[in-house]
């Protein structure tokens, strides 16, 4: 299984902060993500918009990521902490 | 919330991270901070403090005109990552500025107008460790911990957008 967490206007856009997905052997966060906006519909484009950070086990990682079984991926907005 | 302390490998500095949707006292924090170290350290001979704070003021007079005044910021956050980044934001501001103790806190939650959201304190022999380590940390912090804030106006209410400023603000302790 992969858990999906959402934050911030992506959390709210999707209506929901997390998730989880079953584990695909060798798929990329690229991958994974046009999955889930084909099983979801247009409103998850946003994961795939420009400014969107990926990360996995809370280290932010580029989209050609692979992703292990058991990892926890989240998606946000630019940080804006401070 | 959670402490992360002298998790260091290069360094015995002593790292306080906390995040917390209660306020904060200064004087308390840099109590707190002068209680990590040895009261026999000597070599203590400055500390630095940063504090942010919510503003009142919106730099954009057509945001003021359609969403009327802000109230307050809602900040959300990343529970685990968030403190994982702020500890290596000291650990990154220790290794070229290093410093005796810190402590980051930053506040979650809903913060009206004129409430402080953020303290970095960092105590160092000399002042130059202590004040560009603090402002390293502060800059640092702005384009890296996964924080976010909601600007509630009267009116209406907007995720805030992340400002060119900052990343050049970070850009400039890469040269």
């Known amino acids: ?82 | 919330m959670s402490n992360h302390k002298s998790a260091l490998q290069y360094t015995n500095a002593d790292i306080h991270i906390n995040v917390q949707s209660e306020g904060f006292d200064l004087s308390d924090e840099m109590l707190q901070l002068q209680n990590c170290f040895d009261k026999q350290d000597q070599e203590i001979g400055a500390i630095s403090s940063f504090t942010g704070q919510v503003r009142s003021t919106e730099e954009d007079q057509s945001v003021v005109d359609k969403s009327g005044k802000l109230l307050a910021l809602s900040i959300e956050h990343y529970p685990g990552m968030t403190e994982k980044s702020l500890l290596e934001t000291c650990q990154l501001a220790n290794k070229r500025w290093p410093f005796k103790a810190c402590r980051v806190l930053h506040r979650v939650g809903y913060l009206t107008v004129g409430q402080p959201i953020v303290l970095v304190l960092v105590a160092a022999s000399h002042r130059e460790q202590a004040m560009k380590a603090c402002e390293f940390i502060i800059d640092h912090l702005k384009t890296a911990a996964p924080f976010w804030k909601k600007a509630i106006f009267e009116n209406t209410a907007h995720w805030v957008e992340a400002k060119p400023s900052d990343q050049l603000a970070i850009k400039r302790w890469q040269e």
């Open chain 1, 1 to 82: 299984m992969i858990k999906l967490l959402f934050f911030a206007r992506i959390k709210e856009r999707l209506g929901k902060s997390e998730m989880t997905i079953d584990f695909v052997e060798n798929q990329s966060l690229q991958t994974l993500t046009q999955e889930l906006i084909k099983k979801h519909g247009d409103e998850w484009q946003i994961l795939l918009e420009p400014d969107t950070v990926f990360s996995c086990n809370q280290r932010v990682v580029d989209r050609d990521h692979i992703v292990a079984d058991g990892d926890e991926v989240a998606y946000f907005p630019p940080v804006t902490g401070g």
